[in-house]
Nanobody, 123 residues
Framework: QVQLVESGGGLVQPGGSLRLSCAAS????????MGWFRQAPGKEREGVAA????????TYADSVKGRFTISRDDINHKMYLQMDSLKPEDTAKYYC?????????????????WGQGTQVTVS
């Protein structure tokens, strides 16, 4: 059974940085495409970033391009989202997700498993 647990959220001032972590278990992490999503109250879920199974390619939403960096550590079964130059509009609950196929489109329906989320507040 796939389990994903996010951590690293919190309260940060505008212009600050946070690094989110996603710890994975219950499956062969290295064979899955991974992604980060976020959802703010009253807004649709947004696919923030995705990274393929070998880490060779990643994609980002335009809203975070140049500020966020997704990475993965296949040895330790972890994925990260480095968030720099944070803005109030980045405030949301952030979720990590795993997909057995290609997930670079960052479309939610291609993902097979989701974490419970971690709150990020920029204020």
């Amino acid at each position: 059974q796939v389990q994903l647990v996010e951590s690293g959220g919190g309260l940060v001032q505008p212009g600050g940085s946070l690094r989110l972590s996603c710890a994975a278990s219950g499956y062969t992490f290295g064979t899955y495409c991974m992604g980060w999503f976020r959802q703010a109250p009253g807004k649709e879920r947004e696919g923030v970033a995705a990274i393929i199974d070998n880490g060779g390619k990643s994609t980002y939403a335009d809203s975070v391009k140049g500020r966020f960096t997704i990475s993965r550590d296949d040895i330790n079964h972890k994925m990260y989202l480095q968030m720099d130059s944070l803005k109030p509009e980045d405030t949301a609950k952030y979720y990590c997700a795993a997909a057995h196929g290609n997930c670079l489109s960052r479309v939610g329906r291609v993902f097979d498993a989701w974490g419970q989320g971690t709150q990020v507040t920029v204020s």
